[in-house]
């Protein structure tokens, strides 16, 4: 086995991607969450200006979709064809979703007729509501282990398997993160009243949030297994939720000192804690095995050969400076708040 | 339905309508590079124009384009799981670098491209549509290099057995650069620049024949012309060194693309035909040795045909596969025809004066896009039975895991949305076309005033 800087190449790997999976759940969290919110706005004003928020912004943040999903069928096909054959319907409800999401996004301001907006404006709504619970709920499946049985290959499931209580629970606390995260960056890039609705509406998201996160939890400690042993090995890995706590306790202190950009940086952080403690409790392991152990997909039999791990951690170091340099370029083109011009969505 | 079957169709449906857009959007942007160039060079107001209305018919396209793209990356994993572990080691790579160095290029200079007219200097914004054209020709680069390692497999070894076996990485190089993948990369370029460049000569004749617009569609007519012609002429000779290419790395598709079944023979050239795969002849107007001529420069000498392999090692839709190359073929030489035809009486000045020659160029945007879709149908019907070429067969490749309904079920699902997202497409590009560059009332000059 290859090493560098000590850690071996599966396990960098394994960070690369969970990198990825972060950059993907803080940038479109507030895209999906931004979106989940649309028909709390009353006006077509309002929406108009929240669609044209993320306008020129979505499709770069969905970048970190498609590096993600290609750094885990590069670094890890046996994780990457296993989990998305195994959740077959809600990948393709996820993805059916996002072409309908992409539509809206393109199509809505396009007519002036009212049924064609409030048509748009539902679909718009509902689908980025459902992606953000699809998300938790594939999530959620994950951290409880799939049937996998020998040969890596996946015993189980009807149909509507993938909605068991515990990935439910994950999915709506999902929708509420990404709530939160979207209204912060509404309030960022919005004046008025929108602005002062958007501040009543980011409290009711946080409670939302602390709800169905201390529900989850509880439900985390009490019936999904290995949680608790996993702490008790490794006690220092409790500092993770704690830091999460603390991290969105600090929102609601830095929104009423009108300090938005703060606010998001704050409740990124929280999302980062979140799946770094959801990696942490998984290493090394990718999909637990409900069977046995023994068949679980880790990052070592799921991995892609040494050499191609090694191609691949070189195109990661160089395509990454260029690829903070576009986004540096894009976010600082478009920095302040919403402008409706005739470019305009 | 098997499960194998309906997973084929699923494949076959979204792949096909996911490359209707990418290559409009490649050839767009090819022309939106030559008309923002054009008004930074001249300054003529008149290219502004140009590059503004392309530019609203450029974002429908590619937004559907991407939108259709991400399903057909993750239906890999969904639909295709054991081919995924098989070739997860080379083709996941060339997908990575697809993602970070195009796929993020052309996303990011995507916003500025679209929204950034009045945000960033005349410069910035061309530098950010050549940025979104050069990512979307990157990307083609990597989609087609990972394509063509399926076709001509190279820079590997196979590692394990049975359900472990998969193909690993030797040479990243020799995998990139294998035996098809620069001849398939140009042409699927050249396909690319056709179907925009054609669908940028449409509209304009279109605006031509209806005496609207007239004096920036001459302008734009032209320009897509040229590209145009020269692009039709340089496609034949990556579309001839490509067929080599066939002949030698997959043999038992060159046959089925001319019908020749006999183990060993002289090969004719069809101009179009019937194969009968019962009998085993071939109905149509031929040249004699035709292919032998192509291949080898002689009549007479032999080619490996069909007969020469396993029944269960060659094409099955040999008719098909028939077909659909000689439709891209037929098609790839009317364009010549057209463009050079065009091109003669631009020179005699009198290239506007013949409305019929412009309603050909209105229903011509139907063309290239055909060519595309049949010329990869040969391409993939014509690698069958193998999804990798000599070593994973498409009966083995797909996920064992997913039921026959669960498959039916996302099918319905793509059948409902993509037909509405079609609708949709055609509706606002008519509705977009049919608005045109500027309001007529005023002339362009007075139009931009107020922009």
Not at chain 1, 48 to 72: C, E, H, K, S, T
Not at chain 1, 324 to 337: D, E, H, Q, S, V
Request: charged content about 15%; some cysteine; hydrophobic content about 50%.
């Amino acid at each position: 086995m290859e090493y560098f800087l000590g850690i071996d190449y599966p396990t960098l790997w394994f960070l690369v991607v969970g990198l990825l999976f972060s950059g993907y759940a803080i940038l479109e969290g507030f895209d999906y969450g931004a979106g989940a919110w649309h028909l709390f706005f009353r006006k077509d004003l309002s929406r108009r200006i929240a669609i044209n928020a993320i306008g020129p912004l979505w499709d770069a943040n969905q970048v970190f979709l498609v590096i993600g999903g290609g750094a885990l069928f590069a670094g890890f096909p046996v994780m990457y064809a296993t989990m998305l054959s195994s959740m077959y319907v809600p990948f393709m409800l996820f993805l059916v979703l996002l072409v309908l999401r992409s539509s809206a996004i393109k199509f809505r301001s396009a007519e002036k007729m009212l049924w064609w907006r409030k048509t748009w404006d539902i679909t718009y709504s509902v689908s980025n509501i459902l992606i953000s619970f699809l998300l938790g709920v594939v999530l959620g499946n994950v951290i409880e282990g799939f049937e996998i049985g020998e040969n890596l290959s996946f015993k189980g499931g009807v149909f509507f398997h993938f909605l068991s209580p515990y990935a439910v629970m994950v999915g709506i606390t999902t929708v509420a993160l990404f709530m939160t995260q979207g209204a912060i960056f509404l309030l960022l890039k919005t004046e008025g009243r929108l602005h002062a609705r958007l501040t009543f509406l980011l409290k009711k998201g946080m409670i939302f949030f602390i709800v169905s996160f201390s529900v989850m939890s509880l439900y985390t400690l009490i019936f999904v297994e290995g949680v608790t042993e996993k702490f008790k090995e490794q006690p220092i890995s409790f500092a993770l939720p704690i830091l999460a706590l603390l991290a969105i306790a600090n929102v609601p202190r830095l929104v009423s000192k009108k300090k938005y950009m703060n606010a998001l940086v704050f409740s990124s952080l929280t999302m980062s804690f979140l799946l770094m403690l959801v990696a942490f409790q998984l290493y090394p392991v990718l999909l637990p095995s409900n069977i046995d152990p023994k068949y679980s997909v880790t990052i070592y039999n799921a991995a892609s050969s040494q050499k191609s791990l090694g191609i691949m951690l070189t195109i990661v170091c160089i395509g990454t400076p260029l690829l903070a340099g576009y986004f540096l370029f894009l976010y600082r083109t478009f920095n302040g708040k919403v402008e409706l011009d005739d470019t305009s969505y | 339905m098997d499960t194998e079957i309906l997973a084929r169709i699923q494949f076959a449906f979204t792949i096909a309508f996911h490359y209707i857009y990418p290559p409009l959007s490649i050839g767009i942007g090819l022309v939106m590079v030559f008309f923002e160039g054009m008004y930074l060079k001249t300054r003529h107001k008149h290219y502004e124009v140009l590059t503004r209305f392309w530019l609203k018919l450029f974002a429908i396209t590619f937004g559907i384009g991407v939108a259709t793209g991400i399903i057909m990356e993750f239906e890999f994993g969904t639909n295709w799981s054991v081919y995924s572990r098989y070739v997860g080691d080379i083709f996941g790579s060339a997908l990575a670098a697809e993602g970070l160095f195009a796929f993020g290029l052309e996303s990011a200079f995507l916003g500025v491209l679209l929204f950034g007219w009045n945000r960033v200097s005349p410069k910035v914004h061309f530098i950010s549509t050549i940025g979104v054209f050069l990512g979307s020709m990157f990307s083609a680069v990597w989609i087609v290099v990972a394509n063509s390692w399926q076709q001509t497999p190279a820079g590997y070894h196979i590692v394990g057995e049975g359900f472990d076996a998969r193909a690993e990485v030797t040479d990243f190089w020799a995998m990139v650069f294998n035996p098809s993948s620069v001849d398939r990369i140009i042409h699927v370029w050249q396909g690319a620049f056709l179907a925009g460049v054609f669908l940028v000569l449409s509209v304009h004749a279109y605006y031509l024949v209806k005496g609207r617009y007239v004096e920036i569609s001459k302008k734009a007519f032209k320009v897509a012309l040229a590209i145009a012609t020269i692009v039709s002429l340089t496609q034949l000779i990556s579309g001839h060194s490509s067929a080599e290419g066939v002949t030698v790395n997959q043999p038992a598709k060159l046959a089925a693309m001319e019908g020749h079944y006999e183990k060993s023979a002289p090969a004719d050239l069809y101009l179009f035909g019937w194969v009968n795969d019962e009998t085993q002849q071939v109905t149509g107007v031929k040249l004699p040795g035709g292919l032998s001529f192509m291949v080898h420069q002689d009549f007479d000498e032999p080619i490996t045909g069909l007969n020469a392999f396993p029944e269960d090692e060659r094409p099955g839709q040999v008719n098909a596969v028939f077909q659909f190359y000689h439709i891209m073929i037929s098609i790839g030489m009317f364009l010549i025809g057209l463009t050079l035809y065009a091109s003669f009486l631009w020179w005699r000045g009198t290239l506007f004066d013949k409305k019929w020659l412009l309603k050909i160029f209105v229903f011509s945007v139907l063309l290239p896009q055909i060519a595309n879709q049949v010329g990869w149908f040969a391409a993939e019907m014509g690698r069958q039975p193998w999804i990798v070429y000599g070593h994973l067969k498409t009966s083995e490749g797909f996920s064992q895991e997913v039921s026959s309904n669960q498959i039916l079920f996302s099918l319905i699902l793509f059948l409902v949305v993509y037909s509405i997202l079609f609708l949709l497409f055609i509706y606002s590009m008519n509705k977009k076309i049919k608005h045109g560059p500027y309001s007529e009332a005023e002339n362009p000059d007075e139009f931009l005033k107020h922009v």
